[in-house]
């Protein structure tokens, strides 16, 4: 390529970049505050103003337009969104009672009034009558031109008053709906199971019906109140993007939820899933946990990794809503052994994740005895027995008592226990390897 073409090319890049500027704030819940800026030729005569490739999916009420170049006499008489998109089917509707030509697969053409194109069916009042033909992939269709009323792309346009210059540098911000952004972690499991190192992505999916090219992207992570709920998404396509230091996103506290802020453009497709590291991979101190809840499972002990979102610990930092992914090395290998669901989690506050269900741990409940002490109390007699059946290790298991009744006291039991809440209590009880431990305890309710 000669030197003068080259420097054509990036002059023009350059003047189609700065003639469109695309700002794009995305939340949790299914919505996005799009910003755009573009210069546009406007006919003072007829002053229309037309903006193509905005979002299949915005919300009509929330637009806004206002003139960067003639911000005190520009006027919006009136604002149209149009989204009938040109089809086939949409193209055929609009050609009933007119004429259009068919052409068979064995060639035949055939010109005359299109009746209807219900039924996978064409039916055309022709010269020779009526045909009615049945629709196939081999059969070609010519009309012979788009139809009034229809599109290509979605489309906002104003009628507007007060513009003085033909060229104007507008900015037009509106919500979308079908664009959402949620967060993946993915942690690794030491041999002891006493650190995790944690990496975090971010998924942005966007369904909206529109591209956003080399767009400042923010991220606002809580939950906002909306009147409307969010609609299921489609998954389309994925791609995936590693952003570390500088570029990467830079977080802040943002009226009563959080911010982040991508430090660099990037370009978020429509019909597509990007993914963008969140913030780099840390080594984070955890414990493994084991919890019976006889009012969860009759049997089965959960096992759960617990760590502490603290910068001491190695994180500290705001984590939002998602799903946490558990692996751990098994020689050179690298193992999925669960995943769990986390809240918006703020600095300071424990992350407990269930990861799955013991296989060597069994628990069981028992109520052994059950004496009626008024019209309006009762005590119960408890036993809990947990099983292990490791071989070499050792185990603490959590056992979680819920009562359901407005008022309890504990007597008598084997083990100690700590008041969680209200209504529920959990005991620590040890069982050696190969061995068991029963927990009994005597419990009044009233009233």
Known sequence: MKPI??????????????????Y???????????????TVEV??????????????????????????????????????????????????QKYIDHEVSLILESGELITGTLMSIAGRSYVLNTDN??????????????????????????????????????SQKLEVSYLTNNISWKAEYVGVLSEKDDQIDVGAWVNIDNQSGA?????????????????????????????ME????????????????????????????DKQIKQISLFPNTTVASNKKYVFDASKNATQVEVQVVFVNKKEAGLGVPLPKGIFRIYKQDGKNLEFIGEDRINHTPRNEEVSLTIGNAFDIIGEKTITDRKKLSKTSEQQTIEIEIRNNKEKDDVKVE????????????EN???????????????????????????????????
């Open 5 to 22: 073409f080259a420097l054509m090319i990036f002059l023009i890049s350059m003047a189609i970049a700065q003639d469109s500027q695309n």
């Open 399 to 410: 056992v979680v008592e819920q009562f359901y009744y407005p008022f309890w006291k504990i």
């Open 242 to 269: 590693a952003s570390k230091g500088a570029q990467g996103f830079e977080e802040k506290e943002f009226f009563e939820y959080h911010l982040y802020t991508l430090q660099r453009p990037t370009t978020v497709k």
């Open 24 to 38: 794009i704030t995305v939340y949790n819940d299914n919505l996005g505050l799009v910003k755009q800026i573009r």
């Open 211 to 239: 591209t956003y090219e080399n767009a400042q992207l923010k991220l606002v992570a809580g939950d906002i109140h909306r009147a409307a709920q969010p609609m299921d998404l489609q998954r389309r396509t994925m791609t």
């Open 129 to 166: 009558g009526l045909r009615i033909l049945p629709a196939n992939d081999k059969m070609q269709i010519s009309v012979s031109k788009l139809p009034e009323g229809l599109i290509t792309r979605p489309t906002l346009i104003w009628q507007v008053a007060g513009a003085k210059n033909k």
């Open 413 to 447: 039991s084997s083990f100690p226990y700590e008041k969680k809440s209200a209504n529920k209590v959990e005991f620590t009880v040890p069982a050696k390897a190969n061995g068991k431990a029963t927990l009994n305890y005597q419990v009044t309710f009233s009233w």
């Open 43 to 92: 006919d003072l005569n007829n002053p229309v103003i037309k903006f193509k490739d905005v979002a299949a999916s915005l919300i009509p009420t929330s637009v806004h337009l206002n003139s960067l170049t003639d911000s005190k006499s520009f006027e919006i008489l009136e604002q149209n969104f149009e989204y009938d998109l040109a089809s086939a089917d949409r193209i055929l």
